[in-house]
């Protein structure tokens, strides 16, 4: 058994992707094998998970505003009560895993974690996986932004029911994810089948490994945009940054812009600062730190990373210019 | 009751206590209807009872009720025992020998929130409904706009009140008479509800950590603002003329009587420097107030001299829960670490 988490937090994986997409075969699988670990599962329908759990919890998808005057600024109230409740066993845990119902935007639940005191004690956001139906994916993207969004939102994605596609139709699928978030890791699986490490633990909103999460350049997509469209984009400076301005860039950039970015993060060369400053982001809401130091005679540059609708990186990149010395 | 925080004694020994440990988080405690029996309620399904005398010998460990945790319990109006929720769903009537017996099952769903009033009724709360137990029978009242995150009965118990999004609903509970329910309406998410000991105010503890408070008769309202954290505990005073929130260093004490609170301040006394208070209980008929800390630190004060005592030092384990006997000679307290503490302040 391995030893369950008792003073450090507990992290959450949260799960989504599009109705049909192999989200509960996952959950199945992640229940049912021998890790010798144990998580607590909060799923939107009751009885659907075939494994016997008595950590299995039913949530209603309470979104709400908060009352803060920020009209971005939605969470999940249900998953507040809910993990403060599960705290209260005697019976710890080493992960939750919250599913999403299939049209749910990922945005409350990443939200939550930013935003409510209690939960940020407890608990962090580990990693947003999404399941994808290689078969269904582009009739999805027709019918709402929610295929989208999930998309956007995914540090991990598995692309699944690869044996219901040719070749040729997982490559436009994967073409299409990678024009969405470049960012993401994607899995190609069939029946959900991956290893557990591969989604679980993965520290996707630990400011000290956002240097892990570096894009796939191997990846060739198009650049053809349409202007409403999701993508990511990055932007980086040699010159090191003026804090004062920056802070105030990206403070009025989140204000206006912040309910069409979905994620940001970067890392900055602050001037005359001898650690990397790093930061992310969901839609308004921001963490940021202090990082690993540079080492001598590495080179200082700064890198930002945004994922979001109708993002205009020849406008974002001189905004950004604008706060270096 | 008297009490002198003025005694030297206070400040050299602690009251006569009886402290059990266990390994399971407290969620919940309660004395039962004559104060004899206290019950806590523990994050493993087990109910601990033991006698409030805090000389007499504990009993041997309790075996558990419920499968999960028990989220809440209340000392049964109708009866020697106590009434108990689980996040397994199920409300259970406790006799006073441990016994069970299953009142109210709702598959799937916690039952976080209950409260009892002297006439014998029950309510409980469990996802967006709230249910009535009274006379063997059981009333849903709702859907709720979202989960009932805190009830309570109104003074005479003819209404309860239930906290959720977007405000608070009052029902009626009469059974001749179908009135429907009336809402107060306040954005944003109330997280903890008590009705005034006098009937006349509904306070709520809201996600923006402030407070919220309505005059039942005219249907205004009043915002508190200025925490640092949630407001999760309230508690009125015995004659209404305070209400106490928790989440301060401090007692903080929002006067009611005459006009009301708009324009003052609280009023705050107590030794500052135990962290922040998590719990906050008005002794039932005195001037007193217990407030427990997140430190661990357990203070009694008396509103009238403003003087404040340590019943408990600071050990790192949070209270979660606290609650007065009856008489009010016997405080029970409960932390996250799974201490069961039962106080007697008569020294």
């Not at chain 1, 299995?56 to 998808?61: C, P, S």
């Not at chain 2, 049964?76 to 009142?103: H, Q």
Request: aromatic share 8%.
């Amino acid at each position: 058994m391995a030893t369950p988490q008792t003073s450090a937090q507990v992290p959450v994986t949260v799960l989504t992707g599009y109705l049909g997409a192999g989200k509960t075969t996952l959950l199945n699988r992640i229940l049912s094998e021998q890790h010798g670990k144990k998580y607590a599962v909060i799923v939107n329908e009751f009885g659907e998970l075939g494994v016997d759990n008595d950590l299995v919890v039913n949530a209603d998808e309470e979104v709400f505003e908060m009352n803060n005057g920020c009209i971005c600024c939605t969470v999940r109230g249900d998953l507040i009560r809910i993990i403060e409740g599960l705290m209260k066993r005697k019976d710890k845990f080493d992960g939750i895993l919250v599913e999403t119902t299939g049209l749910a935007d990922p945005g409350p639940v990443a939200q939550t974690f930013f935003t409510d005191e209690d939960v940020k004690a407890r608990t962090r956001l580990d990693a947003i996986v999404t399941v994808i139906d290689a078969k269904h994916f582009f009739g999805q993207l027709e019918q709402g932004a929610e295929a989208e969004q999930q998309v956007a939102f995914a540090d991990v994605i598995l692309l699944n029911k690869t044996d219901l596609v040719s070749a040729d139709e997982l490559a436009k699928v994967e073409d299409r994810i990678r024009g969405i978030n470049r960012y993401a890791r994607i899995f190609h699986t069939q029946n959900s089948q991956i290893a557990l490490d591969a989604i679980l633990d993965k520290g996707a909103f630990d400011l000290g490994r956002i240097l892990e999460f570096e894009p796939d350049f191997l990846h060739s997509g198009h650049d053809h945009h349409h202007e409403d469209e999701v993508r990511s984009l990055s932007i980086t400076a040699d010159r090191p940054v003026d804090p004062d301005k920056f802070q105030k860039w990206m403070g009025a950039l989140l204000q206006i812009k912040g309910g069409d970015i979905f994620r940001s993060k970067g890392i900055l060369a602050i001037d005359g600062a001898p650690r990397r400053y790093v930061y992310q982001g969901v839609h308004m809401m921001m963490d940021s730190d202090w990082g690993t130091p540079w080492k001598d005679g590495e080179k200082r540059s700064s890198k930002l990373v945004f994922i979001g609708r109708s993002l205009d990186g020849d406008n974002l990149q001189r905004g950004f210019d604008d706060c270096l010395k | 009751m008297k009490i002198d925080l003025a005694n030297p004694a206070w400040q050299q020994t602690l009251p006569p206590a009886r402290s059990l440990a266990t390994d399971a988080p407290v969620a919940a405690c309660a004395f039962n209807r004559d104060g004899t029996t206290v019950a806590f309620a523990l994050g493993d399904g087990c109910i601990r009872l033991l006698p409030a005398d805090v000389k007499a010998a504990a009993p041997d460990a309790a075996v558990p009720l419920h499968k999960g945790v028990v989220l809440s319990i209340v000392g049964d109006p109708a009866g020697d025992g106590f009434v108990s929720g689980g996040d397994d769903g199920r409300v259970l009537r406790i006799a006073a020998d441990g016994t069970a017996t299953e009142l109210l099952a709702q598959k799937g769903k916690w039952f976080e929130h209950l409260v009892a009033h002297k006439t014998g009724a029950v309510a409980a709360s469990a996802g967006k409904s709230m249910f009535l137990l009274r006379d063997g029978e059981v009333r849903e009242f709702g859907p709720h706009p979202s989960t009932v995150a805190g009830l309570d009965f109104s003074k005479d118990g003819s209404r309860v009140a239930c906290a959720h999004y977007g405000g608070i609903t009052v029902w009626s509970l009469s059974k001749d008479v179908t009135l429907p329910p009336r809402r107060f309406a306040w954005q944003g998410s109330h997280v903890a509800l008590r009705w005034s000991t006098d009937g006349k105010f509904i306070a709520t503890g809201t996600q923006e950590n402030d407070i919220h408070v309505w005059r039942v008769a005219q249907a205004t309202d009043m915002r508190m603002q200025g925490y640092p954290a949630k407001v999760k505990s309230l508690s009125w005073t015995a004659d209404a003329r305070y209400l106490y929130t928790s989440s301060q260093p401090v007692f903080t004490a929002w006067p009611f009587a005459g006009k009301g609170p708009e324009g003052k301040p609280p009023l705050q006394f107590g030794d500052e420097g135990a962290g922040l208070m998590t719990v906050v209980a008005a002794h039932p008929s005195a001037e007193f107030v217990a407030g427990g800390y997140d430190s661990g630190e357990l203070q009694l004060g008396d509103i009238r001299t403003r003087r404040s005592v340590v019943l408990k030092m600071a050990d790192g384990a949070a209270i979660t829960c606290l609650a007065w006997s009856p008489d009010g000679f016997k405080l029970a307290v409960g932390n996250d670490r799974g201490d069961l503490l039962t106080i007697d302040l008569r020294r």
